[in-house]
């Protein structure tokens, strides 16, 4: 399974708990195994936040957009109409 495991109480408001307690009795699981698996899933779509560059600090997700295609000042000209 999982090795030791550790017990965390959890509020749930009401409409989130009965579609619990339905979907467990749905699948027959118990409803700690889903919310243990919805963790997981969560857990596992954030990992990249969870890496650590070799400074220790966090390593974010980046986007490169590649190769400036227009200078600045050529920009603003298109975006002010001072382009003919």
């Known amino acids: 399974m999982h090795g030791s495991m550790q017990k965390l109480q959890i509020l749930f408001p009401d409409p989130q708990m009965d579609a619990l307690r339905r979907l467990a009795r749905i699948e027959d699981r118990p409803i700690s195994e889903l919310v243990r698996r919805a963790v997981e899933r969560d ?42």
């Open 43 to 84: 857990l596992e779509q954030r990992s990249n936040l969870l890496q650590r560059n070799r400074h220790g600090t966090a390593v974010f997700p980046t986007f490169d957009g590649g190769q400036v295609l227009a200078t600045a000042s050529r920009m603003k000209s298109v975006i002010y109409g001072d382009e003919a």
